[in-house]
């Protein structure tokens, strides 16, 4: 059974920072793409960042390159998320997918992610 967990969201004041984690487990990790999105209330679950199966290739939104960081650690079957200088529009759940390519048409389209975690909570306050 595959399972991704999300951890390390919080409340955070403009301008600071946060690192999310999502461990994996029952899945060959080093074989997936992984991906972080995230959903503001009232609105659509968003691509935020996607990092390809060995670590080598990223892909970020306009809205946080530059601030926001992903990497992994395949053997830890980990995959982070640094957020730096965090806007208040940053507010969302915070959710890591793995998919099975990082082929371009996949991986900012969150319907061809097969595995998800449940969310992480990150609140940014003005």
């Known amino acids: 059974q595959v399972q991704l967990v999300e951890s390390g969201g919080g409340l955070v004041q403009a301008g600071g920072s946060l690192r999310l984690s999502c461990a994996a487990s029952?899945?060959?990790?080093?074989?997936?793409?992984m991906g972080w999105f995230r959903q503001a209330p009232g609105k659509e679950r968003e691509f935020a960042t996607a990092i390809s199966e060995r670590g080598h290739l990223t892909t970020y939104a306009n809205s946080v390159k530059g601030r926001f960081t992903i990497s992994r650690d395949n053997a830890k079957n980990t995959v982070y998320l640094q957020m730096n200088n965090l806007k208040p529009e940053d507010t969302a759940v915070y959710y890591c997918?793995?998919?099975?390519?990082?082929?371009?048409?996949?991986?900012?389209?969150?319907?061809?992610?097969?595995?998800w975690g449940q969310g992480t909570q990150v609140t940014v306050s003005s």
């Open positions: 029952g899945l060959a990790f080093s074989s997936y793409a």
């Open positions: 997918a793995a998919a099975l390519t990082y082929y371009s048409a996949v991986r900012q389209t969150s319907h061809l992610y097969p595995y």
